[in-house]
């Protein structure tokens, strides 16, 4: 059910007039293994599109969690509360990428493709100004450094590394000229921004990264 409602509801409006309709959060039509795209044509559940809208579904709930843990630390802090409504912003963004991955371009009609058209470039633009802007204020990075820190940035952490899955699994469907170019730009940007995002979270808070040492030369 979940694919479903990814792919036939991640449109705004379309989603609005099916719940005015008072649908039913069941429908019991994957019973099956099957889920509807929004084109309409259904696919099992394994198929790329759904690992992909998943995989985004996925990082969208982890976005959430992650804001949640910035909510106190934002307070009377500009600058963690600017990072806090960009990633509220980047999951509506998601549900946008996810009409774009639930529409592929080889089976849907030109008003579909109208309908879900991904404008990326701004968007991107301004994941781009966000991390150069937190990069001013952070320490340079000169070694590898380990996923952690305070809290904020260890979910943050989580989502940088599910959104690299998510871009791993949008790759078949750009191969397959079913995807657009800018979704797969965006999500790599995205998540550049959300490892500048981790490390700035900690900064703030005064936590110290943990720098990469070789096994042999961490202290028991």
Do not use: W
């Amino acid at each position: 059910m979940a694919n479903m409602m990814t792919s036939r509801l991640i449109t705004s409006n379309i989603g609005t007039s099916l719940f005015r309709r008072g649908m039913k959060i069941y429908t019991k039509t994957g019973d099956g293994g099957t889920s509807s795209l929004f084109t309409g044509e259904r696919r099992a559940k394994s198929d790329d599109i759904f690992h992909a809208l998943g995989n985004i579904d996925e990082l969208n709930s982890y976005l959430g969690l992650a804001n949640n843990s910035l909510k106190q630390l934002q307070i009377n802090n500009n600058k963690l509360s600017n990072m806090a409504q960009t990633l509220i912003k980047t999951q509506s963004v998601l549900l946008d990428v996810g009409s774009n991955v639930a529409t592929p371009t080889s089976s849907a009609n030109e008003r579909q493709n109208f309908r879900v058209r991904f404008k990326g470039d701004d968007l991107t633009l301004e994941l781009e100004v966000g991390m150069d802007e937190m990069t001013q204020d952070l320490p340079p990075l000169k070694n590898f450094i380990l996923p952690g820190g305070s809290i904020s940035s260890c979910h943050l952490h989580i989502c940088r590394s599910i959104c690299r899955r998510a871009e791993r699994s949008l790759e078949p469907l750009l191969r397959h000229n079913d995807l657009a170019g800018d979704v797969v730009k965006y999500v790599n940007r995205l998540s550049d921004y959300l490892f500048t995002a981790a490390r700035f979270a900690s900064y703030m808070e005064g936590v110290d990264e943990v720098v990469y040492k070789k096994a042999k030369e961490v202290k028991q």
